[in-house]
């Protein structure tokens, strides 16, 4: 099981190009729980995810993860966060071993040596890790990506059109992932313009207005 944990939104607010894309948001998750974030194109639904990574700055409000603004504690907010954008961020020469002991090395954890095997079988690409990644189906290269997820220790997970390029089965196995995590306390902030079930785990629902 992994810590109790709290992430909380206080009255962030987001612009671009001079354009306010929303403001005043709040909303807390706490372990155990998802929530979805829904709004019109061109909301501002991926600058939100990447103002809560770390990949862009908080432009007002705040984001706090377990009580304390994740701008004063970056080294141990990122320990605590795995993201996965809508692209699958790929090594395209490299096999697909390479990639998921890379990233898991990245997120300070070493694969045993039947762990990667075990996650690409229940992902639907068992037998493949010895593939260049060039070489194989976007919805293979799909399920790649998201496979880094169950080799990940981070308690939150953040998820930009995660089903993307993904068949009903594949759909399957990342909802059923996502619910073991939140059964082991995890937290996890997902957008997704089509409807979204996780196990019997209601949503939380985040709808972004300008």
């Known amino acids: 099981m992994k810590p109790e944990s709290t992430l ?11 354009r306010q894309l929303f403001q005043g948001i709040d909303c807390t998750v706490q372990s155990g729980h998802w929530l979805h974030v829904v709004g019109a194109n061109g909301i501002g639904k991926t600058s939100l995810l990447r103002m809560l990574c770390g990949l862009a700055p908080v432009e007002s409000g705040d984001i706090l993860w377990n009580g304390t603004p994740i701008r004063s504690q ?4 990122q320990r605590d ?3 996965l954008g809508h692209l699958n961020a790929l090594q395209e020469s490299m096999t697909v071993h390479e990639n998921l002991a890379f990233t898991a090395a990245l997120g ?18 068992g037998g493949r890790q010895e593939h260049i ?8 290269k799909r399920r790649v990506a998201l496979a880094r997820l169950a080799l990940s220790p981070a ?9 993307v390029a993904m068949d009903e089965a594949g759909i399957g196995m990342l909802t059923e992932l996502i619910a073991q995590h939140l059964a082991e306390s995890g937290v996890t902030v997902l957008t997704s313009h089509q409807p979204v079930e996780i196990g019997a785990i209601p949503a939380q629902i985040l709808e972004l207005r300008a």
């Open 8 to 18: 909380r939104f206080d009255s962030l607010g987001c612009s671009k190009g001079g």
């Open 108 to 125: 300070g954890f070493v694969p045993n040596a039947g762990q990667i095997p075990a996650i690409l079988a229940r992902f639907g690409v």
């Open 133 to 140: 990644v060039r070489h194989l189906s976007q919805g293979q």
């Open 81 to 83: 966060l795995c993201y």
């Open 155 to 163: 308690t939150l997970w953040v998820l930009d059109e995660p089903f």
């Open 74 to 77: 970056r080294t141990a907010f």
